[in-house]
């Protein structure tokens, strides 16, 4: 029992807990362990799994879209034969597609089958008479659109899926139903060619079909099962309906992480190197507390001794004296001898106390011995003494007079040393005289730590501790009909003063501009500095007009220009006012008022003074919501690339196409970026929303399998993203083909050498094989040394230069000027805002060198954009 009370002692109190916390911290880093080896063996099956789906939607997209293209052609030649059917649908199937038939059925018969041999018997199949194939095609005639089947099991052997075309051909009357073209597409050779048939995949994938409103349908391929056992899942796009695909690790999720015990191990060995040192420091400490124990006992024990000694010290330093009045005869004892150093020289006389007295209390201490002989009352007194070596000695004496029984007056008395507590007390006071100026001191300095707790120490303004206080304390002292305005301050252009001329040149206008805040301020005003370069007044309302003049009498006296160091340092300052439309109103709501004005003033340019009104409140609440649903918008991928093609003005060729970013909002429709782009700017998302746009427009890469060629992309590139530390990094992983990409800056972009990164990402964009434009030209600030400077790829005139040269000879000739500025620096230049034929002839007799705007193409959503670069329809317009 004894040994379980020291374990359980105060001092091994801290090991124990120790270890309970060991214990608790180990259990939820080994589930945290557990719950982080789930997440990245999902993540590893979706890497596994997003390939294969990415290839099964683009096979069977790309064998819909050469059918279609067939199909395009049958529209156009509506008495198409055997022949004519053959030849074109051996160009479809010569490019490697996954096709093994196609037939087409004029009014529902099939007339025409390629291959023909092996599907003979397929001619004259009449399908409103086929019960297996009647529905199918019946509901693709009744819907006009494409539906897609199976897969199915083939009489000819395997399995397919089997896509019905309705097509419609043009007539007097509009249009008119032909018939439907068949095509299959060979799902064994889709599973193998997408990867779901390869010996080397380590993941177990199962697939179910959809239909067009999102229902599961019957399962066709891999193990049912998967489904139940916690899959990732992703689903494939298809034309008329989607696959829902789920995958696991092969042989199923393992129960405990791969690392389950190396962690436990080392949580352990932690654990043991925490608790042990505890434990032992317990111990010691166990150990420490009995030796003070021990050492307590002592230190009693000697103090008991030491009181004894003393007093027997004090008692042995006691000397007894006696003198007789009239004979004048002293006797001392041997203590008396011992506390004056004196010995047997002593003559037994008055004379010899007399002499040893200080001369500074001979006279004092005579008078008080002649007093207490002449009035017989007690003698007390306290005098020095000068010893025989040169020392002093504070000596206190007590006596009392009598008679003897001679009749002769005696005093009788005692002395000793008090030379110690004289000392003693002179220290004391000494003690208490520094302690007193010591309090002195610390409350002086408890005042300046006051000051300094509610003061900026630069300016020596409030800070935004004592606004609070201000705030709280006039809000629980509502005067009636007493209104308070507030003032936000914010310094403009403070940071670049900052940056370029050091932080004491920013300090200085701080200081100053505090100065000029309390000049213009009334006395009774609050000014405070509440942080960086923002300050706020709060003042007594005396109605709008009072505070705009005040505001602008601030605006006015911070444009003049301050000096530091022989130079001009150009300040403004942008100003939000709210007041109180009634005493009780909020204090803190209306500092948050004026914080929005002056977000309102500086949107407007800065420099400028806004109040707070209800239209200003609603506004920002709308900017608010906007943002919010922009970063909705972000989460659930509603930012999507729209394309717009660039045209060769000679052979019309396509040239290049450039992404543009479009807001697919679910309630709005599609918007254009002048509804979200200035808000982006503002939450600092436009980085995001260009790096998913970039993603977007790389799938034309792999349009190329399906004879989809497009020479090169541009992609709008802001300042933000282009200022990204991390933007090469990000390129870097794309792998995108040289010269095959091009980013889009802006002409407002400033270019400055001063700027470091920006000038390294774009050097290293180049060294990446991207092209560098610059779009917008002529509406910016680019100039022909930034041009040699930058040295871009191509120029983008705007679209508001190019409009008018079919009025105004004078634009024309700019145009002209700036393409000829082009040929000579060896930059392409693309015109945008082509709106018609009659600008494209102009543009083409000036030499430039691409074309784009509504003359050709609008902006196209990816899959029109497909559809209209393989069916190259800016010819048939």
Request: hydrophobic fraction near 45%; proline fraction near 4%.
């Amino acid at each position: 029992m004894s040994r379980l009370s020291r374990h359980l002692a105060p001092s091994y109190l801290p090991a124990i807990i120790a270890a309970v916390v060991v214990a608790v911290a180990g259990v939820l880093a080994d589930n945290q362990n557990r719950i982080v080896s789930e997440a990245r063996q999902r993540s590893e099956v979706a890497d596994a799994l997003n390939p294969i789906r990415s290839r099964l939607e683009s096979s069977v997209n790309g064998n819909i879209q050469l059918v279609r293209g067939l199909i395009a052609t049958i529209e156009t030649e509506p008495d198409m034969q055997q022949q004519r059917f053959g030849e074109l649908a051996r160009s479809v199937f010569s490019e490697g597609s996954l096709l093994r038939n196609i037939a087409a059925a004029p009014e529902l018969v099939v007339a025409m089958v390629y291959p023909l041999k092996g599907n003979e018997k397929a001619i004259g199949l009449d399908y409103r008479a086929n019960d297996k194939q009647r529905s199918s095609v019946m509901r693709a005639v009744a819907s006009g659109e494409m539906v897609l089947a199976g897969p199915v099991d083939l009489v000819q052997g395997g399995r397919g899926l089997i896509g019905r075309f309705p097509v419609m051909t043009a007539s007097d009357d509009g249009n008119r139903f032909w018939g439907v073209v068949s095509a299959v597409i060979d799902v064994d050779r889709l599973y193998r060619d997408s990867g779901l048939s390869s010996p080397t995949l380590d993941i177990d994938v199962a697939i179910v079909g959809r239909d067009g409103r999102g229902r599961d349908g019957a399962h066709f391929f891999g193990d049912p099962a998967i489904f139940d056992n916690s899959p990732v899942e992703m689903s494939v796009s298809l034309p008329g309906g989607s696959w829902r695909m789920a995958a696991i690790p092969k042989g199923g999720w393992p129960a405990t992480p791969r690392n389950a015990w190396q962690v436990r191990i080392l949580i352990a060995l932690g654990g043991m190197m925490i608790v042990a040192p505890m434990i032992v420091a317990g111990r010691l400490m166990a150990e420490r507390q009995a030796n003070f124990r021990a050492l307590r006992q002592s230190k009693d024990q000697l103090q008991e001794l030491s009181h004894r000694l003393r007093i027997a010290l004090d008692t042995s330093m006691i000397g007894v004296w006696e003198l007789d009045a009239d004979s004048g005869k002293l006797l001392w004892d041997s203590r008396m001898r011992e506390l004056y150093g004196v010995g047997s020289s002593m003559h037994e006389v008055y004379e010899d106390w007399r002499n040893t007295l200080h001369p500074e209390d001979l006279a004092r201490a005579e008078a008080e011995f002649d007093a207490a002989l002449a009035t017989g009352e007690a003698y007390n007194t306290e005098f020095r003494i000068r010893l025989p070596a040169g020392g002093v000695r504070h000596i206190r004496a007590i006596g009392s007079t009598y008679i003897g029984t001679n009749g002769s007056r005696k005093i009788v008395g005692v002395n000793w040393d008090v030379t110690a507590d004289v000392e003693t007390r002179a220290t004391l006071s000494e003690a208490k005289r520094l302690a007193e100026a010591h309090s002195a001191e610390l409350e002086a300095a408890r005042h300046r730590m006051e000051f300094n707790a509610l003061h900026d120490p630069l300016t020596g303004l409030p800070n935004r501790r004592f606004l609070d206080q201000i705030l709280l304390d006039r809000s629980r002292r509502v005067e009636a009909g007493a209104k308070i305005s507030i003032f936000h301050i914010d310094l403009d252009r403070f940071k670049q003063i900052n940056d370029t001329m050091g932080h004491a040149a920013g300090d200085e206008i701080l200081k100053h501009a505090a100065s000029l805040l309390r000049d213009n301020a009334r006395q009774d005003d609050f000014v405070a500095r509440i942080g960086g370069d923002e300050f706020v007044i709060i003042r007594a309302s005396d109605g709008a007009d009072e505070d705009a003049a005040m505001a602008s009498r601030v605006i006015e006296a911070m444009s003049v220009p301050v000096r530091y160091e022989d130079q001009e340092c150009r300040i403004g300052v942008s100003i939000g006012i709210a007041a109180q439309t009634d005493a009780t109103d909020d204090l803190s709501q209306v500092l948050v008022n004026a914080d929005i004005a002056l977000y309102e003033a500086k949107r407007r340019g800065r420099n400028r003074q806004e109040t707070f009104t209800g239209a200003l409140k609603t506004a920002v609440l709308q900017t608010k919501q906007t943002a919010d649903e922009i970063l909705r918008g972000l989460e659930q991928n509603e930012f999507v690339a729209h394309f717009q093609p660039q045209f060769c003005p000679s052979s019309l060729d396509i040239i290049g196409v450039e992404a543009l970013a479009r807001w697919d909002h679910p309630t709005k429709g599609l918007l254009g970026p002048h509804a979200f782009l200035k808000t982006a700017e503002d939450i600092n998302v436009v980085a995001a929303i260009d790096q998913k746009i970039l993603e977007q427009a790389l799938q034309i890469y792999r349009w190329e399998a399906n004879g989809i060629y497009v020479p090169k992309v541009s992609v709008n590139l802001s300042y933000p993203r282009l200022r990204d530390e991390g933007l090469i990094a990000q390129l870097e992983k794309l792998s995108i083909p040289e010269g095959r990409l091009s980013f889009e800056l802006l002409e407002s972009i400033s270019f400055d050498e001063n700027d470091m990164m920006v000038m390294s990402n774009i050097r290293r964009i180049k060294e990446l094989g991207i092209d560098i434009e610059i779009d917008d030209f002529g509406t910016g600030y680019a100039s022909i040394l930034s041009l040699l400077k930058l040295t871009p790829r191509r120029l983008k005139i705007d679209r508001q230069l190019v409009l008018p040269i079919l009025a105004s000879p004078a634009e024309r000739r700019l145009v002209a000027s700036i393409i000829d500025i082009g040929k000579s620096l060896g930059i392409d230049v693309i015109a945008e805002g082509v709106e018609t034929l009659e600008h494209a002839r102009i543009l083409k007799e000036m030499e430039c060198h691409g074309l784009q705007g509504y003359a050709f193409a609008r902006p196209m959503n990816a899959n029109d954009f497909a559809t209209f670069v393989f069916e190259r329809r800016w010819h048939a317009a």
